[in-house]
């Protein structure tokens, strides 16, 4: 069993930046990719960012050039930095771990969430 849990989260101003933590535990599996996601009120669950155990990384089009995702293997720890944030990057951010998650398949394991909220 995988657990993960969030930390970062936070308000701030438009073009303002967060850094999210996502730290793991546990009977942790090798070759697992690592995936930021974050849910809007009244919105699906969307992808932010991938990175894979190898360090292989894609985004989703609307954080491209603003958000940089990262892994730190000895520290079991992932992070997003967020920069220039928008307010409509406001959302629960959900850190998620499993296999194929570049294939879009739904991480195995997820954390309880760390609320981003962005104000104009």
């Known amino acids: 069993q995988v657990q993960l849990v969030e930390s970062g989260g936070g308000l701030v101003q438009a073009g303002g930046f967060l850094r999210l933590s996502c730290a793991a535990s546990?009977?942790?599996?090798?070759?697992?990719?690592i995936g930021w996601y974050r849910q809007a009120p009244g919105k699906q669950r969307e992808l932010v960012a991938i990175?894979?155990?190898?360090?292989?990384?894609k985004y989703a089009e609307s954080v491209k050039g603003r958000f940089t995702i990262s892994r730190d293997s000895a520290k079991y720890t992932t992070y997003l930095q967020m920069n220039s944030l928008k307010p409509e990057d406001t959302a629960v951010y959900f850190c998620?771990?499993?296999?194929?998650?570049?294939?879009?398949?739904?991480?195995?394991?997820w954390g309880q969430g760390t609320q981003v909220t962005v104000s104009p």
């Open positions: 990175i894979s155990s190898d360090g292989i990384t």
């Open positions: 998620g771990a499993g296999w194929g998650l570049f294939r879009g398949a739904i991480p195995a394991y």
């Open positions: 546990g009977s942790i599996p090798s070759m697992i990719s």
